[in-house]
Structures are given as C-alpha cells and as structure tokens.
C-alpha cells in the first residue's frame, strides 16, 4: 500500500506540475499578446498626435506669411506717405 501511495503522489505531483507551466506558458503567451496591443495603440495614439501637430504647425505658418503680408503693406503705405511729405 504505501508503494501505491507514493507512486499516487508521484502522478498527482507531475500532472500539477504540467498544469502550473502550461498556466505560466499561456500567461507569457498572453503577455506578449497584450504588449504587441498596446505597442500598436501607441502608434496609432503618435500617429494622431504627429498628424494634429502637422496640421497646426501648416495653420501657424500660413498665418505668419499672411501677417507678414499684411506688414509690407502696411509698411509700403508707411513709406508712401512719408516720400509724400
């Protein structure tokens, strides 16, 4: 009886040990999974942020050319009325 028993523990000791590592193999497998997701997010999420920064900086500089027009003709006006006098 107590070979049977031991030899019962041994079995029971292996499948628990085969069930602990299949756990710990899928929990790395899932990891990686979920790291590879929230890698992809990110890219999205700077992807969006580098379009919105593209389309502010193309606004900032129209705006500037159209001020800086808007001066050389204020500053033609200037010089016309001063050659005037």
């Keep these: 009886m107590p070979e049977n028993t031991e030899l019962f523990l ?27 997701e929230d890698c992809a997010r990110q890219q999205e999420i700077l992807a969006e942020k580098r379009l919105n920064i593209e389309i502010i900086l193309e606004e900032r500089t129209k705006t500037i050319f159209k001020k800086q027009e808007e001066i050389q003709e204020d500053l033609k006006i200037i010089k016309e009325h001063v050659i005037q006098k």
Excluded: C, E, P, Q
Aim: a positive charge; glycine letters at 12%; zero cysteines.
């Design 10 to 36: 041994k079995i029971i000791g292996g499948v628990f040990t085969a069930f602990l590592g299949y756990h710990r193999y899928m929990i790395s497998l899932l990891n990686k999974k979920m790291d590879k």
